[in-house]
């Protein structure tokens, strides 16, 4: 771990005399898809000139990543167990989708590290020191938020590494209208909804926002104890951000209603496939009909997927005897390779330049873990999936492949050798997949306005201009009830009821006198 001082003395030193923004990405190593996601923004910003630092707590130690290959990387390490023991006690094929009590559970693990963090201010007063002019911070932990803001840095950009996640746009004022946009988080649903769907969902919705509610003020409670009982909840630090990155397209996410202040730029660092190194060169002429690759991420370990299914999944490989297939296996999984002693159209590796190969001509399809990196890399390179989302917004985004019609979906507990079966007979055998494939590559590859140009832009527009706070939304300001028009829905009904009262009561004091009338000629 290279030390805090030396790091920004050797980055003082290499920009003194330019004109360069002095940039902070927070990237807590959550899991590598969000470094790697971190690291290319981190990259992006350096080609555009700006002198970036790029800060990783350790949340896990096993991850050491960098992500970029240009930005200084300041590591801070040592900061306890408590996500890594978290993230080790998922039972991932437990249940169907994660439960509020194991929200909660890793909402507690986020805070016992924030606090870990807090904890060595003097580390992290060196970075207060260097000045910075601008921060970015995720979205999956609030911690980043105070952590800039304790910094002293006020221009700040959120970054959104999923699709726009509940969360976000609940602190930035986006509307959900839960009617046809499914929650992100932990939800199986499409944009087609029953009406027990829709009732689903507004469930899904309010839990995320309860988890939500207590992860936040669990973490600003870190931030009040460690800095002062006045430092601001770091809720209303994210609604304070001047933009919101999200790390998605137009044409691959769900449409939904968005705000000026979310730029969507998907792809972003995503560049052309580069020629294939050996072994992957050899092994990508394998197969007479091609290539399929197989990667459930870092998170899920393959050791972690229960022997019978991955004996049925390598068995269901065989029944492809004219493909070959490329399978990402964990260092600890000892057990699949002599599962596939006897199958010769299956290779085993522990990495894989998985971009790259994405891109390759010869490459069929890709079985994934939902992610939305892997999820938006297949788009790029024009290539169908089969995804088994495991967590988070993984279900999300398998249900989005499937409605752009270039994948299918295996829910977790259905997972095996059959149904992965059925689902490459339809992926490789069925050509509307590749062509819709082909069709959402285009349309994000040749659109106006590359992620790049959009992200260094924008980027620029806010260092120059400072926090953009009018494209900051009144709703933001409004309590729900005011928000959702209740009042004047309410007072509207009492105006209806009272009318069709009043009129009830005329109606039926007027018949009374007509009879009462009729009575005495009679």
Not at 5 to 28: E, H, K, M, N, W
Not at 222 to 227: A, G, I, L, N, S
Not at 262 to 278: D, N, S
Not at 488 to 495: D, E, K, Q
């Amino acid at each position: 771990m290279l030390p805090l001082s030396v790091a920004l003395c050797a980055i003082g030193f290499v920009l003194i005399g330019t004109d360069a923004a002095r940039v902070l990405v927070y990237s807590p190593s959550i899991s590598n898809s969000h470094i790697i996601m971190n690291g290319r923004i981190a990259d992006v910003l350096v080609k555009a000139g700006h002198d970036v630092t790029l800060f990783i707590p350790e949340y896990n130690s096993a991850s050491t990543l960098n992500g970029s290959k240009l930005a200084r990387i300041v590591r801070m390490g040592g900061l306890g167990s408590a996500f890594e023991e978290g993230m080790e006690g998922m039972e991932i094929f437990a249940s169907h989708t994660a439960s509020i009590w194991e929200r909660i559970g890793f909402e507690d693990a986020l805070a016992d590290v924030c606090n870990s963090l807090m904890a060595r201010k003097s580390e992290l007063d060196e970075l207060k020191a260097y000045g910075f002019d601008v921060a970015f911070s995720e979205m999956v932990d609030f911690c980043g938020l105070g952590v800039i803001r304790y910094l002293g840095i006020t221009n700040h950009i959120w970054i959104s590494t999923t699709p726009i996640l509940d969360t976000v746009a609940y602190n930035l004022g986006v509307p959900t209208p839960l009617s046809y946009v499914p929650v992100v988080e932990e939800n199986d649903l499409g944009t087609v909804m029953s009406l027990l769907d829709r009732a689903h969902n507004i469930r899904k919705y309010l839990v995320s926002i309860i988890v939500h509610h207590y992860g936040t003020h669990k973490t600003s409670a870190v931030f009040k104890r460690h800095v002062s009982p006045d430092f601001p909840n770091v809720r209303q630090i994210a609604s304070e951000s001047s933009l919101c990155f999200v790390n998605s397209d137009e044409f691959l996410d769900i449409a939904q209603p968005v705000l000026h202040k979310t730029v969507f730029v998907g792809g972003l660092g995503i560049g052309p496939a580069r020629p294939l190194q050996e072994p992957f060169a050899s092994l990508m002429e394998k197969g007479s009909k091609g290539v399929i690759l197989m990667s459930l991420g870092t998170i899920v370990p393959t050791s972690a997927i229960p022997l019978q299914i991955r004996r049925g999944i390598f068995e269901a490989f065989a029944n492809f005897s004219d493909y070959h297939f490329i399978v990402k296996v964990d260092k600890d999984d000892t057990e699949s390779a002599s599962l596939v002693q006897r199958i010769p159209n299956v290779d085993l590796v522990q990495w894989m330049p998985q971009s790259d190969i994405l891109g390759h001509p010869r490459l069929r399809a890709f079985i994934m873990h939902g992610g939305f990196n892997g999820l938006l890399e297949a788009a790029i390179r024009g290539v169908p999936v089969v995804a088994i989302p495991f967590f988070a917004d993984q279900f999300r985004n398998a249900r989005t492949a499937e409605f752009r019609g270039f994948g299918i979906a295996i829910q977790k507990t259905d997972f095996n050798g059959d149904s992965l079966t059925k689902a490459l007979r339809q992926i490789v055998s069925d050509p509307k997949y590749k062509l819709s494939a082909v069709r959402i590559s285009k349309l994000i590859r040749t659109k106006p306005f590359k992620a790049e140009e959009r992200f260094v832009e924008w980027t620029n527009f806010v260092i120059e201009n400072g926090r953009l706070t009018n494209l900051d939304v009144a709703g933001l300001r409004l309590n729900f009830v005011a928000y959702h028009n209740l009042d004047c829905i309410a007072i509207a009904l009492i105006i209806v009821a009272l009318s069709v009262f009043t009129v009830y009561r005329l109606t039926r004091s007027l018949v009374r006198v007509i009879f009462a009338g009729k009575k005495k000629i009679e």
